[in-house]
């Protein structure tokens, strides 16, 4: 199991290589391409610390496996926000919404709001880390849920508006 664990980056890279080749948009990889490789090599790392982070755990190294994760996360999430605004429209990378999907105009507005949702929660979570677990798991969840319901809502929101200014 741990070797298939510790594969799991491997397979993540592979993918990453394999799926902007599939996507209708995939001329739009070139655009972002630095930032969707960033994001994957990001994922990639977490993946491994949280592996190793699980082993430490298991030999009794760390204590606090929650802080951990919460920092570990709230890291990712800094840098997944700092990533989201450079995302270019297309149907694998980034928000992918109806409503993103409808409108460039809208993806980028979404995508720009979103980047500063995955920040902002991200400073939380890892702020969230030293506070006692009650109050870490109710602030993870307010932020985690933030991070995907505020950009969510918005991008439905924006695209209405820009229907209607059309209409």
Known sequence: ??????????????????IPKMDPQRKNYKLHEPAFFKTIFAVGIFLIALHWFSISYMLGLIRDMPMVVLISVGVLFVIIGNFLPQAKHNYTYGIRMPWTLASENVWKKTHRLAGFCFVAAGLILIGAAFFPLILRT??????????????????????????????
């Not at 298939?4 to 394999?18: D, E, K, R, Y």
């Not at 985690?144 to 200014?165: D, H, M, N, W």
């Open 1 to 18: 199991m741990a070797f298939l664990l510790a594969s799991i980056p491997l397979i993540l890279i592979g993918l990453a290589l394999v």
């Open 138 to 167: 109710v602030m993870a969840i307010f932020a985690i849920s933030s991070a995907v319901i505020i950009p969510g809502v918005y991008s439905y929101v924006t695209l209405q508006r820009e229907k209607t200014a059309i209409d």
